[in-house]
């Protein structure tokens, strides 16, 4: 079923030499594969090559900058973040399949000049040593339309990283308290309870998401949603992540940042470090259209890694929009410490194909 073939043992001097290798790739050659989805125009494709110990559903992460692609084809447009899919290959007996995956941005990402990011996802299940996979990425830009962006229950690929279970309780509101239905269970909504309900008007996944609507002159703390408290470890390293949108924005407006505090407590649950791990997500997250305007009303994925400061044994997440007035949408939020083991596949990408 899988893209899969055994290379050669060699005797032991040789693997020596190998010992500080854990991982190598290689930009793919030969037949081409066929082409897994007409409605995506590009893809690379990627050979990924696993070390010399055996492992168990690894990530993989590989750059892509998008800026470099499309200029070494010669096309014009500006590159969707959301079309980002990941494909194992096709064979003789079967089709290629998609592969949970996530798009991270660099820093400083620009769909105009620096689109750059990479793109992660996981190996599943035990992938015996020395042996080779093939994938592709594939990908579009905004003029061939706007692609819905993927939605993979229960999944969350950070870079580099081996799955650890979601810390947040009720991530996706789907469970309601047992006296108030319009509040979700565990967590707390801060400052004008009324404006911040349990919703069934639009979710990301599920049929639920947390809701907040902001009022005239009630600007950051109009209100808040509060997560229950999840145990940390200090000093380690946590990815954070949610699904945020907006319902509608008013005109002349240029939307609502949506913003996530991480609050980190002692064994006594005195804070240790307030604001320590604050993100801030403004109109600049949002894609925009090809007339260069932003696109709202769409789901945005919004993610931040944080290391724990000493003395942490627990966290809460604080989240709201700013917007005078807005209605914004939270879903799915999730928090994982990043645990990495050895070896993990390290990937380099092949040349780009077009349609």
């Known amino acids: 079923m899988n893209t899969i073939r055994k290379l050669p043992r060699w005797g032991k001097k040789p693997l020596l030499v190998l010992l500080g290798l854990l991982l190598c790739s290689k930009i793919t050659e030969g037949a081409p594969n066929p082409w897994w989805n007409n409605s995506f125009h590009f893809r690379v494709p990627v050979t990924v090559t696993t070390g010399l110990l055996e492992t168990r559903d690894p990530v993989v992460t590989t750059s892509i900058n998008f800026s470099r692609i499309f200029s070494d084809l010669k096309v014009q447009g500006m590159p969707d973040e959301f079309s980002v899919r990941v494909v194992e290959a096709q064979t003789a007996n079967d089709r290629g399949r998609e592969i949970p995956c996530a798009f991270h941005k660099d820093a400083g990402y620009d769909a105009r000049s620096h689109a750059v990011g990479n793109v992660s996802w996981k190996m599943e299940g035990t992938i015996p040593a020395l042996e080779e996979k093939l994938y592709y990425v594939y990908f579009d830009i ?67 998401s947390f809701k907040i609507t902001t009022k005239k002159g009630l600007l950051g703390d109009g209100a808040a949603w509060c997560s229950p408290f999840m145990k940390l470890r200090p000093g380690k390293t946590y990815a954070f992540s949610f699904w945020a949108r907006e319902k509608e924005v008013p005109a002349g407006e240029q939307g609502a940042p949506m913003t996530a505090f991480l609050y980190f407590f002692d064994e006594n649950k005195n804070v240790v470090s307030q604001n320590c791990a604050v993100n801030r997500w403004g109109p600049g997250s949002y894609p925009k259209d090809p007339e260069g305007k932003f696109a709202f009303n769409r789901w945005l994925f919004l993610t931040m890694t944080r290391v724990t400061p000493a003395g942490t044994c627990y966290g809460i997440i604080h989240a709201f929009p700013y917007g005078d007035p807005v209605t914004v949408y939270f879903d799915d939020f999730e928090i994982r410490e990043v645990v990495t083991e050895l070896p993990l596949p390290t990937i380099t990408v092949g040349k780009a194909e077009r349609q």
């Open 142 to 208: 905004l003029e061939n339309g706007h692609k819905k962006a993927p939605s993979y229950p229960g999944e969350t690929i950070a870079p580099g990283d081996k799955a650890t279970p979601n810390l947040v309780e009720n991530p996706g509101a789907e469970n309601p308290d047992k006296d108030n239905p319009l509040s979700p269970d565990l967590w707390t909504n801060q400052y004008f309870p009324s404006l911040a309900v349990r919703s069934d008007e639009e979710a990301h996944s599920g049929k639920y």
